[in-house]
């Protein structure tokens, strides 16, 4: 079984900044794409950022040039450094992960969700 665990979410001011970090384990073999999605109140789940084991990275236009996505591979994580937080931007934030489990096919994972609200 694979896990996907997520943290630094939480309240920040609108301008501040949150780190979010999602640590995937359990029986991995692979992992190719890892990144994050959220959903706001009242509107549909959207890609906030990913990033496949190719290195090509993708961002959603209304967080491109104040959220970077990383990875540290040996540590099975992607982190989302966000930055000059707005008050759009609150949303529960989900991070998932396309792995390749040990004997076993490729599948998408998904954490749990982490809430991250910017008060204006």
């Known amino acids: 079984q694979v ?6 979410g939480g309240l920040v001011q609108a301008g501040g900044s949150l780190r979010l970090s999602c640590v995937a384990s359990g029986s991995i073999f692979s992992i190719d794409t890892m990144g994050w999605y959220r959903r706001a109140p009242g509107k549909q789940r959207e890609l906030v950022a990913d990033d496949n084991s190719g290195g090509s990275t993708n961002y959603a236009d209304s ?3 104040r959220f970077t996505l990383s990875r540290d591979n040996a540590k099975n994580t992607v982190y989302l450094q966000m930055n000059s937080l707005k008050p759009e931007d609150t949303a529960v934030y989900y991070c998932y992960a ?3 489990p040990r004997a076993r096919a490729w599948s998408v994972y998904w954490g749990q969700g982490i809430q991250v609200t910017v008060s204006s």
């Open 3 to 8: 896990q996907l665990e997520e943290s630094g």
């Open 63 to 65: 967080v491109k040039g």
């Open 98 to 100: 396309k792995v390749q």
